[in-house]
């Protein structure tokens, strides 16, 4: 079935850094997503991806869907502490269900 | 509105006893889906409906009854707990259009002893 990857597992980083994260398909996907949940928290939903190479921005976060739509990237421009939270893409294949990936756990150091 | 809502949301079993956890939306969605969270592995789909009266199984169901009476509710059910079902139980819901953002609840943890 379909497997979505993300890395890395973990990144710590020190605020005002930059931080990315990486989401990969073992299948072509008609659309993906990316959720943030804070610790102790729920998913939150942030994007949706729907066309190759779509780049979305929403302030410091910019979401990337690639050619092939079988990967994708968050990256987030200088971080503060309240980017704190794991990271998961979620990606659909034409007539599935969204498959979650394991998530990137991100923590800003002051 | 309260969106998602879980109950319980915290609970511990005995190896072999049953139970029932209950989410409930208030936003009109037609889908509701039931995933299980353990460390490392991110979100998985237990079950989910795309409408009231019917229910479909997702990536890891065995051990799990589900049922969707009523269009705002969805229940999983365990009937005979394990050890390994000890993990953290998220309700969400969406509507059917294309965007299909998803809304948690606020989770229930479950240990299983």
């Known amino acids: 079935g379909q497997q979505v990857m993300q890395i890395p597992q973990y990144q710590h980083v020190q605020e005002g850094e930059d931080f990315t994260t990486y989401c990969n398909s073992s299948?072509?996907?008609?659309?993906i997503q990316w959720y943030k949940q804070r610790p102790g928290g729920h998913p939150v939903f942030l994007i949706q991806?729907?066309?190759?190479?779509e780049v979305k921005k929403q302030k410091r976060l910019t979401f990337q869907f690639g050619e092939a739509k079988k990967n994708s990237s968050l990256h987030i421009t200088a971080t503060q502490t309240t980017d704190v939270g794991t990271y998961f893409c979620?990606?659909?294949?034409?007539?599935?269900?969204?498959?979650f990936g394991p998530g990137t756990r991100l923590s800003v150091l002051p | 509105n309260a969106g998602v809502t879980q109950t319980p949301k915290f609970r511990v079993l005995k190896t072999g006893q049953s139970m029932t956890l209950l989410c409930a939306q208030d936003?009109?969605?037609?889908?509701m889906y039931w995933y299980r969270q353990d460390p490392g592995m991110g979100l998985r789909l237990i079950h989910y409906?795309?409408?009231?009266?019917?229910?479909a199984k997702g990536e890891v169901p065995d051990g799990y009854n589900v049922s969707r009476l009523k269009k705002q509710n969805f229940l999983l059910g365990l009937e005979s707990a394990a050890p390994s079902q000890t993990s953290v139980y998220f309700c969400?819901?969406?509507?059917?259009?294309?965007?299909?953002?998803?809304?948690f609840g606020p989770g229930t943890r479950l240990t299983v002893l």
């Open positions: 991806l729907v066309k190759s190479g």
């Open positions: 299948t072509t996907l008609s659309n």
């Open positions: 936003m009109n969605h037609e889908y």
């Open positions: 969400a819901s969406s509507d059917r259009d294309s965007l299909r953002e998803q809304f």
């Open positions: 409906s795309v409408g009231e009266g019917t229910t």
């Open positions: 979620a990606g659909r294949g034409y007539g599935q269900n969204f498959v």
